[in-house]
Each structure stands twice: as structure tokens, then as C-alpha cells.
């Protein structure tokens, strides 16, 4: 290890470098999928088990990784995403460790350099199950890469494989095509290339180290009597349930038609439209073609299986933040191609295309840059809690115990983690495909568990399904044991507090402001309030305003700030 730090310091400047530079983007926007895999990991590492415990339809390797740093005390956003900047880092040397009597030193650093300045795009500093997966098919990728270079499967190897499939299938059970595919292209290489039968031995051995991580973790989910909630949850909630509303195809052999069809689409797509917007994938797209089309030279099998690959690492898209997969690998074939052609001086290219590399390196550097910059460092002198503020937090802080359960249904579970409170159901968001798997669960977790303060928000939607509409049957509960904080203004209308605790708790937000009496009449200038309770209420116009026997020479002009502070009440109509 001590060599490898020595032999080649800048890769490591450079990995230290790509390492802050995530770091100057870890307070910038936060993401639901992010916090599932935070709430999970605080799950496990309080005792917990995914899926009994806590309702997933995601496989659960992310959780059990990221509770490692839960375990040690990590609760709040700012330090997960430091702990997966560390991840990231360590991932950066591992390839390096692993790969560099395999490629040249410049393709790692080219990569963590593309890689960093990229994630204001690709949302790739975040605890997100993608980037496991991703780097996950990215290793499998280059072992694949020296199995068909050396012809021989090493120790390493074997166990680099056994270890990037279970994390990549135990991270996103959709990896399960991109890990297939794979397996399946090199097997029929291996016939092409007529090697299968010297190579028997290698599957027989490959197949029974690989099977090893995933007999352990079926043998402890039977032992704990968990297995089939890892089947209902992780399989068929996706594949009966959630199928319904994602757009995938459900059935297997559809999916992959849908995949292959989306990469032809990608790639004529990039081929006759041009749009700023574009450019980026665009020469991402050009950049895997050319890797490609540099194997195709050597072995024009190989070049098949890598483009046909290269679909399959898009299962869920070549844009947004699904396709972190497609990213990962892009950026390392990227990187290999801008190294040939520009860094290694031996090869002989024809100049027009050095330079046509030249050119597409300088644009995705520019363009990296111009995205990268414009957030980076932001909010990072602030305290933490600055990521995933939501208009809930201090409600939650005022009517609850630090330690106290509550239930947030809308798609905004940040908020538990900003408020520091754990969910108070299995089911700790609800979208429509959990009615469907878990009605009857959710409404027994509700019964008994009975939070004092649940958030229900429910003129909002889920892809276009309204809450009031899809968890009728949640609303209707609310309706009768639990009382909005205040129906007719905005975010109150959606706290729902249990009506043995709704005095108290309305008495919690009464605040007297110095200076501001009930029965005043109040204006900032804009607006005239009546103040009621301690509470404003916002007088709607000036005939209720008169009606109402006021005179407009009792109003007093308070100070905007100042009036602030009171809290809204019910506009007088």
C-alpha cells in the first residue's frame, strides 16, 4: 500500500482535489430517495429490521452499509454526506489500487476530476443506491475487461466480481439486467472465442464465490424470520405494485426490449437534435461511441458486448439522476479515450482526430465547470440543518419531544432528519403503491402508534394521484381523531394534531409579540390584520373591513419584522 501512495502522488492530489470538490457541493439539495437511505441506516442501527421494521421496496444493502456511520453517532444530512464523500474517495482508490497495471494513471485522474465536477448533474455526492450500483458495474466492467485481455479469472478477480454483484444487485435490484447482460455477453464470447469448455472450471468457480454473500444474507433473513418480507418488499412490491406507476415494462423480456430500444433512441437522438441544453450528453454519448469503436479495431466482438452493455448500464435512463449508473461508467470510458488520444504520446492518430478529442475534452471541461460552479460552497459556513429545511420544521420542534415519534406522509421524509425525529410507522412516507401492498399494515401501525402530530398534505399528489384521493382511507381516520392546526392557512392546514393534545399544542404557538395587543388593528403597509388570540387575522378587503364597523383611523402601522412574529390566523372574510 505504502508503494502505491508513493509511486504516483499526483493521482493522489488529484483524488484529494475531486474529494473537495464534492465537498464544497455537500449542503446543496436534498432528495427523498437520499433520506429513505439515511432513515433506513438510523433504522438498523437502532435495532431495527428493514422490512419488518421499516417498510422498503428497495433491496437493502445501502442501509446496512450507511448504519455503519450511523451507528457511530451520524443523524443529521451534513455529516451522511461527508461520510459518502469518504465512500467515494475510497471507491477512487480502489480502482486505482486495483486497475493500474491495467490502465494508465491519467485515466483515474481524468475521472475523478470529470466525476466531481459533474454532480450538480448527476447528484452523484449524494447516499443514493446509484452510485453503489454504479460503481459496482463499473468494476465488473474492467475485470471483464482483463478476463478477455489476460484469459484467466485470478483470485482477485473472483472476488472483485462476487463482491460488485452482490452490492450492485443488494443496492438496486434493477442492476440485476446490467449484471446479466454482462454475464450472458461474456458467455457467449467465451463460445465465440471457443474457450468455453477450458473455461468451465471458471464459471463453476466464479458461480459458487458469487453465490456465497447472497446464501449468507438468505440464511440470516430465514434465521430471523424475515425472508419473505425481503421477497414481498424488495421483489414483488416492485414487480406487482410499484410497476403500475413507474413506467417500466413488467415483464422481463419486455424491459430489456425497452432498454435497448431507449439506447438506439439516446444515441439517434444526440445524432440529429442539437440544443445547448444537450451538449453534455451528447459528448458523453460521442466519448462511449469511441470506446467502442477503439475495441472494434482490436475485437469486434468485444466492441458488441460493450455497446450492447452500455445500454443496460441506462436501465433507468441516460439522464437525471437514475442514470448515475450510465454517468459512472461514461466517465471512465471517457476518460480512457481522452487519455489515448491526448496523454500517451507513443500512439500514432491521425491529427484530425487528436484533435476532434482535444476539442470534445475542452468542452466537457468547460462544461463541467459551468455547472459545477455556480453552487459550489454554498450554505457551507452555515449550521447544520440548512439541506433539507422544510416549512414544518418548527411546528415539529414546537409541538413535539426531541425524542418523539411523528408521521410526515408527503414525499418529504428530509424532515425527519432535519427535526431529528424518527418515523412513528413502518410505512414512514406513503405514496400509492404502499396503499396497495400495505393498506391494512399502515392502518394498524396508525391505530396503535397514534402519533400526536402527523403531516398529510392532502390536496398535494404523487405523480399525478392526489392524497385526498389514494389514502382516502388515511384521511378519513385523520378526520376523526385528529384535528388540522389551522384549516385556513397554508402549511397548518396539513399538520394534523390528535385531539386529545390539540389545546395544549395550540397553546404551545401562542406568542406575544411587545407592542402588539388583541383587538388591535395592525398594517405593514400592505396589509390590515386583526389581532385575535395572539394571532393575525388578515382582514380580505376593505367592504369587510368596513362592514365589520372598524375605522380606518384606528389601524397602526407595525413593523414588518415585527409582525411577523405573530402567528397567522384565520383571514376574516
Not at 305 to 333: C, D, K, M, Q
Not at 467 to 475: D, G, I, P, R
Not at 527 to 541: A, F, H, P, S
Amino acid at each position: 500500500m505504502r508503494n502505491f501512495l508513493t509511486k504516483d502522488r499526483s493521482t493522489w492530489v488529484v483524488f484529494t482535489l475531486g474529494f473537495l470538490l464534492i465537498i464544497l457541493y455537500s449542503r446543496f439539495f436534498s432528495f427523498m430517495d437520499e433520506a429513505d437511505n439515511m432513515l433506513g441506516a438510523m433504522s438498523v442501527a437502532q435495532g431495527g429490521d428493514i422490512y419488518k421494521s421499516f417498510f422498503s421496496q428497495h433491496t437493502p444493502f445501502v442501509y446496512y452499509f450507511m448504519s455503519i456511520f450511523a451507528l457511530i453517532g451520524v443523524r443529521d444530512y451534513e455529516t451522511f454526506r461527508l461520510c459518502m464523500g469518504l465512500v467515494i474517495l475510497c471507491f477512487w482508490a480502489f480502482m486505482y489500487i486495483r486497475y493500474i497495471s491495467y490502465f494508465d494513471s491519467m485515466v483515474f485522474k481524468i475521472f475523478a476530476l470529470l466525476y466531481a465536477l459533474t454532480i450538480n448533474i448527476t447528484w452523484a455526492n449524494m447516499v443514493l443506491s446509484d452510485v453503489f450500483y454504479g460503481f459496482s458495474i463499473l468494476f465488473l466492467l474492467l475485470e471483464s475487461l482483463i478476463y478477455i485481455r489476460t484469459g484467466t479469472l485470478s483470485k482477485k478477480s473472483v472476488m472483485v466480481i462476487s463482491v460488485s454483484i452482490f452490492m450492485s444487485v443488494m443496492s438496486a435490484f434493477v442492476s440485476v439486467y446490467s449484471v446479466a447482460i454482462l454475464l450472458f455477453l461474456l458467455f457467449i464470447y467465451d463460445i465465440y472465442k471457443k474457450k468455453f469448455k477450458e473455461n468451465i472450471p471458471n464459471y463453476i468457480k466464479l458461480a459458487i464465490i458469487v453465490a456465497v454473500p447472497f446464501l449468507i444474507l438468505l440464511t440470516w433473513y430465514w434465521l430471523t424470520g424475515n425472508l419473505y418480507n425481503f421477497y414481498y418488499q424488495a421483489y414483488k412490491l416492485n414487480r406487482v405494485y410499484y410497476s403500475n406507476y413507474n413506467g417500466l415494462n413488467n415483464s422481463s423480456l419486455g424491459l430489456m426490449k425497452q432498454i435497448m430500444s431507449s439506447w438506439i433512441n439516446h444515441i439517434a437522438y444526440h445524432a440529429t437534435t442539437f440544443s445547448k441544453e444537450s451538449v453534455f450528453s451528447g459528448l458523453l454519448l460521442f466519448l462511449n461511441l469511441l470506446f467502442c469503436h477503439y475495441h472494434y479495431k482490436k475485437d469486434r466482438a468485444l466492441a458488441i458486448l460493450i455497446f450492447i452493455f452500455l445500454a443496460f448500464t441506462g436501465v433507468r435512463g441516460f439522464e437525471g439522476f437514475h442514470a448515475i449508473p450510465y454517468y459512472i461508467v461514461s466517465f471512465f470510458n471517457s476518460s480512457f479515450i481522452i487519455n489515448h488520444y491526448i496523454f500517451k504520446k507513443e500512439i500514432k492518430a491521425k491529427e484530425y482526430m487528436k484533435n476532434l478529442i482535444r476539442i470534445s475534452f475542452f468542452l466537457l471541461m468547460i462544461l463541467s465547470l459551468n455547472n459545477y460552479a455556480p453552487n459550489a460552497g454554498v450554505n457551507f459556513n452555515k449550521a447544520n440543518g440548512i439541506i433539507a429545511q422544510s416549512p414544518y420544521d418548527e411546528y415539529i420542534n414546537k409541538l413535539t419531544d426531541s425524542n418523539e415519534e411523528i408521521w410526515i406522509t408527503s414525499l418529504t421524509p428530509q424532515t425527519y432528519i432535519n427535526s431529528n425525529r424518527d418515523p412513528a410507522m413502518r410505512a414512514y412516507i406513503l405514496v400509492p403503491w404502499y396503499i396497495d401492498a400495505f393498506k391494512n399494515e399502515i392502518m394498524e401501525d396508525l391505530n396503535t402508534s397514534r402519533p400526536r402530530l402527523i403531516i398529510f398534505e392532502k390536496d398535494s399528489d404523487v405523480w399525478g394521484y392526489k392524497y385526498s384521493e389514494f389514502a382516502k382511507v388515511v384521511l378519513d381516520f385523520l378526520n376523526t381523531e385528529y384535528k388540522p392546526l389551522n384549516p385556513d392557512v397554508d402549511y397548518e392546514k396539513n399538520i394534523y394534531i390528535r385531539k386529545d393534545y390539540f389545546e395544549e399544542a395550540n397553546n404551545k404557538l401562542i406568542s406575544h409579540v411587545e407592542g402588539i395587543e388583541n383587538g388591535m388593528l395592525v398594517s405593514n403597509g400592505v396589509n390590515v390584520y386583526l389581532i385575535e388570540n395572539d394571532t393575525k387575522r388578515y382582514i380580505t378587503n376593505p367592504d369587510v373591513f368596513e362592514s365589520l364597523g372598524f375605522e380606518w383611523k384606528d389601524v397602526i402601522t407595525i413593523d414588518a419584522n415585527e409582525l411577523e412574529k405573530v402567528r397567522i390566523g384565520a383571514p376574516i372574510e
